[in-house]
């Protein structure tokens, strides 16, 4: 922490909270001035573990004269709402995914936050892992030519409780919305998706409507092709890959194994050890790299992070993609 770091008020310490805490906390660029979680439990836990003042009110982190911007890692429904807060008093803030379940709201919210001009971001945090940004990069040089087809392969390794299930807003919104924003950081122009849902495995998924398998298709302005493959399991760990084809090339980006070792025998050949467990190992350096990111943007600097329009946007995506698989048809989109 600098003299002048920014102040940030932290807004729910559930899992994904704790991880921005503690990279708060790691930033030297930033200090955690407050922590804000109706279990005040747990805001003291954070608190006392990475500082800052804890309270059960996240009004007090609004009204304070010791916050310079907010990071709201609290449940979707109360996202908009405390979005709107931080927008009012000209805050900037940082806001996990997605802005909402109802694109009614988050369209709603759209003209306060366009008039506003309160920087606002969202947390996609995958832009930020140097592997994606890497090759997305390259392929912006033009060094494949043009990009012709995107394949995100994202797999978790195994499916959530029932009851989140219930409250996700199903595998698009929830998950898949990560590869939609990914894929319009590749292609912004998308035009078309084509999904297919399968429920094969959960039981959980199948109490609630909702589906363990899918896979979509967009379709970008240029032609290009974006294939998304999801499963809510996977028996070789968290499977996150990426592979960029053009007209000049191709360009991959491999699963990160715990080791870079390998065992080689007259049994087995180049084994290896498994992939990393989950997102909070695979993406510790991207969740990093997007604070960084935010403290520049809310300094006023340049920066990459997302912002309320590319959240708005991959709503949009999944729910053509949920409508997509319910009707067994392709859906036109537009993000005017």
């Given at each position: 922490m600098t003299e002048n770091s920014l102040r940030i008020g932290l807004i729910g310490t559930g899992r994904i909270g704790q991880v921005h805490a503690a990279n708060i906390a790691a930033n030297p660029d930033a200090s955690l001035s407050r922590v804000a979680d109706p279990f005040i439990d747990g805001a003291r836990g954070v608190a006392e573990r990475f500082g800052g003042r804890a309270t059960a009110d996240p009004d007090e982190i609004f009204a304070a004269d010791d916050v310079d911007a907010v990071l709201i890692a609290s449940p979707t429904p109360t996202h908009v709402g405390l979005?709107?807060?931080?927008?009012?008093?000209?805050?900037?803030v940082l806001c996990e995914k997605p802005i909402d379940l109802d694109i009614a709201r988050v369209e709603a919210l759209r003209p306060k936050i366009t008039a506003a001009g309160v920087p606002?971001?969202?947390?996609?945090?995958?832009?930020?892992?140097?592997?994606?940004?890497?090759?997305?990069?390259?392929?912006?040089?033009?060094?494949?030519?043009?990009l012709e087809q995107l394949t995100i392969i994202s797999r978790d390794p195994a499916a959530p409780p029932a009851d989140y299930i219930a409250l996700s807003g199903g595998i698009f919104r929830d998950m898949t919305i990560h590869d939609f924003d990914m894929a319009r950081f590749f292609l912004p122009d998308i035009v078309e998706v084509s999904a297919v849902g399968t429920t094969m495995f959960d039981a959980g998924a199948r109490a609630h409507g909702d589906f363990?398998?899918?896979?979509?298709?967009?379709?970008?302005?240029?032609?290009?092709?974006?294939?998304?493959?999801?499963?809510?399991?996977?028996?070789?760990?968290?499977?996150?890959?990426?592979?960029?084809?053009?007209?000049?090339?191709?360009?991959?980006?491999?699963?990160?194994?715990?080791?870079?070792?390998?065992?080689?025998?007259?049994?087995?050949?180049?084994?290896?050890?498994p992939y990393e467990d989950f997102f909070l190992q695979r993406y510790a350096e991207a969740y990093a790299a997007e604070l960084t990111s935010f403290i520049a943007l809310a300094r006023g600097g340049a920066s990459d992070s997302s912002s309320f329009e590319d959240g708005r946007a991959a709503l949009i995506l999944a729910d053509a993609a949920q409508r997509s698989a319910q009707e067994?048809?392709?859906?036109?989109?537009?993000?005017?």
């Open positions: 979005i709107e807060k931080a927008v009012d008093r000209g805050i900037p606002v971001a969202l947390g996609f945090n995958r832009r930020f892992d140097p592997a994606f940004a890497e090759v997305r990069a390259r392929v912006a040089a033009g060094e494949i030519g043009a363990d398998t899918a896979v979509v298709t967009l379709t970008a302005a240029t032609g290009a092709v974006v294939t998304i493959i999801n499963s809510r399991h996977s028996a070789v760990g968290y499977d996150q890959r990426i592979e960029a084809f053009g007209s000049g090339g191709s360009l991959q980006v491999a699963n990160r194994s715990t080791s870079l070792v390998s065992h080689s025998s007259a049994a087995r050949v180049e084994a290896r050890a067994h048809a392709a859906v036109t989109v537009r993000f005017a």
